[in-house]
């Protein structure tokens, strides 16, 4: 008995691996990486060097607009759709109504 072709080629080796391919024991993790350290009391210190932080750019100036309105209010009562309140195409009618068009 023999292995498959890709097994036996290279090709196997380039392929990432999953649980089915190693023993157990194996955890492939999220990539999330560590923000700290575990103490020897079970305790956790964050260390802030290793803790990510995102740059914004300033937003003045920005033209673009959210898709939801600022002035959309909470809907209490009868619906004509099946969906109720989450039907696609009462949403974008309302909000059609209240912002215009883009």
Do not use: C
């Not at 391919?21 to 802030?48: A, C, L, P, Q």
């Not at 898709?67 to 959309?72: D, L, Q, R």
């Not at 004509?80 to 989450?86: K, N, S, V």
């Not at 696609?88 to 309302?94: D, G, H, T």
Request: proline share 5%; hydrophobic share 25%; aromatic share 12%.
């Amino acid at each position: 008995m023999q292995p498959t072709r890709v097994l036996q080629g290279l090709r196997y080796r380039k392929l990432r691996l999953t649980t089915k391919d190693v023993n157990k024991g194996f955890y492939k993790g999220t990539g999330t990486g560590s923000m700290g350290r575990h103490t020897n009391k079970g305790g956790y210190i964050i260390e802030w060097s290793k803790v990510r932080t995102y740059v914004v750019p300033s937003l003045e100036g920005f033209k673009l607009t959210p898709f939801v309105s600022k002035n959309v209010r909470k809907l209490y009562g009868h619906y004509d759709d099946a969906e109720g309140p989450r039907s696609p195409s009462a949403y974008l009618a309302r909000w059609k109504s209240e912002n215009g068009f883009d």
